[in-house]
DNA sequence: CCCTCGGATTGATGATTATCAATTCGAGGC
DNA sequence: GCCTCGAATTGATAATCATCAATCCGAGGG
């Protein structure tokens, strides 16, 4: 592991609250693997073997049903994924695949459910994990029900640029396609919701976004108003 | 309370794992109301001040963006809800309402959130219940990204008759325009949905729906393959 | 530097879904 | 038993989204 990346890992939600003990643990029982682009790191329905930290690279996550599938989640460095599937100990829903080169960190199942019954703070710390990943589930399900696809991409790029506390600048991560996917919608339907926006406050060169009138994406995007 | 509630409450899968001792504390602290049918009980974005328990009646939960609004679940007795946001002390993201006169019992949210933390037996079952309702939602949100308004229709209906172990027959609980909106539809496009149905081994009658064939429906609606 | 190839874009058309309007149906009140 | 009112259904039309096809564009390889 190169330096500076135990601390980290050790910085995420999950594990900051565990006494370095236990960290250590967790590193000793994992494995931290490089996986090639475009690479199947699970299927869904599998048994879920490892609970997985995306430490370098970038993982997509996708479901299926009958023969269409849909992109569930972009997943970026440093984040854990999968944890609900590891906690319950039941099979996994999602489909992760590598986009790029990526090094996961590999924690083996069962050792994470033991300690998890074992430390009372990261217990806590799961629990609180999955509480606010459940809340963006209700968000992204409402987002599906009630809007359609160009407020939707409004959203996103409302959320991406808060999420990098950056100026009005906007790097998209992975391809059109995929975020198409991510969105609910065909890439031909997001190439023509950019063009939507772009009447709306949002210059579009390449994968680079800017959003120019922050006031008049939100009155067309409508963004949550709930805070967190 | 009436008799056999308290059992009946207990029995749910948060308490179940708690002592005696602090399931007595669980009732001292809270009240069971009755409210009217049509009733808000909270909104989204006020804080969260009790977890709340369906013991007899029917619950909606909504939420909305813009001026549009949907359905998000519809609560049976007997089933605690909107558990996430108590356990984050975060605000609601949905809007509580009574469907027929209600009776409710509400746990002080700061009540709950002390004993989850005394009692790791109930932790770890808010965190499995956390979980499991984290893939509830992700089977939703599926659901409505890769499926069309019948198949939606279909699966609910298949996942309604596998619920109540009987035989083909299943009783709508609420209006259909409270199911359409639930679906992600309009009622309009719910009575079609029935028709199209009705070539694929459902009959209607009203709010009483029968399977009569349930390979031509599973054929028509390709549901869920992963089991839990 | 040019070629190639896959993703992105654009246009045309078709499917799905929403909206608007008009009945029909059914439960509750008189 | 009849009336009334809102829900449910049905039909017609419009908006949204998907699909198919034809370029366009840009990064990587020779």
């Given at each position: 592991m190169r330096t500076g990346e135990k601390p980290e890992i050790a910085r995420l939600p999950l594990f900051r609250e565990m006494d370095e003990a236990k960290r250590e643990r967790v590193f000793a029982g994992s494995f931290l693997q490089v996986f090639p682009p475009q690479l199947t790191l699970f299927e869904a329905g599998q048994h879920p073997d490892f609970l997985h930290v995306l430490v370098d690279g970038l993982v997509e996550?996708?479901?299926?049903?009958?023969?269409?599938?849909?992109?569930?989640?972009?997943?970026?460095?440093?984040?854990?994924?999968?944890?609900?599937?590891?906690?319950?100990?039941?099979?996994?829903?999602?489909?992760?695949?590598?986009?790029?080169?990526?090094?996961?960190?590999l924690v083996p199942a069962a050792l994470v459910r033991e300690l998890i019954n074992q430390d009372t703070a990261l217990m806590q710390a799961t629990m609180h994990e999955l509480a606010l990943?459940?809340?963006?589930?209700?968000?992204?399900?409402?987002?599906?029900?009630?809007?359609?696809?160009?407020?939707?991409?409004?959203?996103?790029?409302?959320?991406?640029?808060?999420?990098?506390?950056?100026g009005g600048l906007i790097q998209l991560q992975a391809e059109k396609r995929l975020?198409?996917?991510?969105?609910?919608?065909?890439?031909?339907?997001?190439?023509?919701?950019?063009?939507?926006?772009?009447?709306?406050?949002?210059?579009?060169?390449?994968?680079?976004?800017?959003?120019?009138?922050?006031?008049?994406?939100?009155?067309?995007a409508h963004p949550d108003k709930i805070p967190v």
């Open positions: 996550l996708s479901a299926s049903s009958g023969d269409r599938d849909t992109t569930m989640r972009i997943v970026e460095p440093v984040t854990s994924f999968i944890l609900a599937a590891v906690v319950n100990d039941l099979p996994y829903l999602m489909t992760a695949r590598t986009l790029e080169a990526s090094r996961i960190l990943a459940y809340r963006g589930l209700v968000r992204a399900l409402v987002d599906m029900k009630t809007r359609q696809s160009a407020e939707r991409l409004g959203n996103y790029l409302l959320r991406q640029q808060a999420r990098r506390q950056e975020l198409a996917s991510l969105l609910g919608m065909t890439p031909e339907n997001l190439s023509r919701a950019f063009s939507v926006l772009s009447n709306h406050g949002v210059r579009v060169e390449g994968s680079n976004i800017t959003i120019a009138d922050h006031e008049a994406l939100s009155a067309f």
